[in-house]
């Protein structure tokens, strides 16, 4: 009796401590899980951006000044237009809204209108994706590199067309008014493809009924794409809108092939104006407070996209 | 009879005007070759406008010279595959998790990790140089690879592929005597190969064209990527303006993933719709 009574004690015991075991390891499975992702968003995404909060409050000091808080002084620098950072600040942050407001409306009205085009029935359908396509695989150093030469003044494929018809060349990359836009033109030649393959997977989600309703009421194509397709389409565009501008941000590579924001700023953008300044220590506040800006304006994007969407599902129910 | 003749007029518009905008759009790729292959010392406006006067590979064998490129070609394979390896390692165990698994703190840890959708790690690079200088790993291809190794857009996305999993599979895959990873996979990853694919596709090609963070935290050629190279290129030539040279850089840095364009570009365009899509 006692035996048995100590055996199965014993099996209990026995039971309970597997029990025990197997609870902690099923319990603690999915944080195990989870960590190697969080270790490194949490080391090269949360942490920096932490870092880079605090170091904008702060005014690197050098040999003699020790490092001291300055509160907000870096960021009232940056926008005070008469210091010597605030000057290029206010220059290159007006590029940058310049480049993004541009490039990305230009790039996705082009890519809907060849997205419509493309969505018919048609031959050699591959060799037109592959056209419109290939520029969004090519590194932006790539693109900037051919269109340096594209861009170049005496023999630049686009001067030697502008002379052909008896008009000036245009020094594009040196020249103050046209350097922006030379680098906002290599952006929309880049993003349109993005655009148009996103319009192209929306347009080929549309029912064929609404259209053929319309047809019955003989609406033309015009007001067919204006009152249904683009509607319809909101969402898409929103989509595209939102990434575009976040991705503007960081296109920025091809300046390092055309003129580096130069001459005198005028083509420089903000992520590029950091690159050029990051191994500088007593540039370290203005750049971590530029870093710290760029980081607000892409939460304000986040946050309106959110908001946009929200109303938008909110009026589809 | 009108309408059908209008309609057509219209159509053959429509691809006329489709046909030009792709030749606009070519016209780098096709001047790059062009340039690339043409006598070095030959301005544009000699010989034979398209040729030159003849066709020659001089440019190609000058810029091997610039800078190593086998080095840098082995960087950016080292680089591009080693993260993609890491990546699907760790997005497919948080994703598991995320997707299928009940524990304290998951919406707030998931949450946390969505947060570097927001955040590209190109905005970060301040910071960053200064982590991988405290790690001491300044000039290593670990340098390179570390900030790109968790991918909330990849945990995500694969969350999602799994969330499509019927659960009955799981059950009935325990029943058998599957564990965790047995169920992940036998169950789950068979039918997410095509989201793993999209993912990897995108991966690569981005990490493949990265510039900004390899050109600063790496110094010595066999830690430098393809692209850096290219910028060398660049940087050297500026004298003269060697265009023969730069385009022929430019073609031996896009030549990998334009000819993987050229045979899998279905592929390639549905991960990037994919990858959108959510």
Known sequence: MSNLESFLDYQAARRLSTGAYTRLWQRSLPYLLVLPTFAFVFLFTLLPTANALIQSLYQPGNARIPTRYVGLQNYLDLFNPNTLIGADFARIAGNTLIYIFTTVPISMAIGFGLALLLNRKMRALGLFRFAFFYPVLIPMIGAGSIFAFLFADQIGLLNTILRSFGLPGIKWIGDPNWALIAIIMVSIWKQTGFCMIMYLAGLQGLSNDVYEAADLDGATTWQKTRYITLPLLQGTTLFILTTSIAASFQLVDHLFALGEGQPNERSNLLLYFIFQKYNEPRNLGYVSAITVIILAALLIFTVLNFWLWERQTYYEN | ?278
């Not at chain 2, 707030?108 to 991988?132: D, E, K, R, S």
Request: contains cysteine; positive net charge.
């Open chain 2, 1 to 278: 009879m009108r309408i059908r003749a209008i309609k057509r007029l219209r159509s053959a518009l429509g691809t006329l005007l489709l046909i030009g905008m792709a030749i606009f759009w070519l016209i780098p790729l096709i001047w790059s070759v062009l340039i690339a292959l043409r006598p070095e010392n030959e301005p544009i406006v000699t010989g034979n406008i398209f040729f030159g006067s003849r066709l020659t590979l001089e440019n190609f064998q000058n810029v091997a010279r610039v800078t190593n490129w086998g080095e840098h070609f082995y960087a950016t394979l080292r680089f591009v595959f080693g993260v993609l390896v890491v990546q699907i390692v760790t997005i497919t165990l948080a994703a598991y998790a995320f997707a299928r698994m009940r524990f304290f703190g998951k919406q707030l840890l998931f949450g946390a990790i969505l947060i570097q959708l927001m955040i590209p790690a190109a905005v970060l690079i301040v910071p960053n140089f200064a982590t991988i200088r405290t790690l001491g790993l300044y000039d290593t291809i670990w340098a390179l690879m570390l900030p790109y190794m968790g991918s909330a857009f990849g945990t995500f996305l694969m969350r999602q592929a799994f969330k499509q999993v019927p659960l009955e599979l799981e059950d009935a895959a325990r029943i058998d005597g599957c564990g965790w990873f047995g169920v992940l996979w036998h169950v789950y990853l068979p039918p997410s190969i095509p989201s793993l694919v999209a993912f990897g596709l995108v991966s690569v090609t981005t990490r493949w064209n990265e510039f900004l963070w390899p050109m600063i935290v790496t110094q010595s050629s066999e830690n430098r990527p393809l692209t850096v190279g290219l910028s060398r290129v660049l940087r050297t030539s500026e004298v003269g303006a060697l265009y023969g040279q730069i385009t022929a850089g430019v073609l031996v840095v896009i030549f990998p993933l334009m000819l993987l364009f050229l045979f899998f570009q279905r592929q390639f365009i549905n991960s990037f719709v994919r990858s959108g899509l959510k």
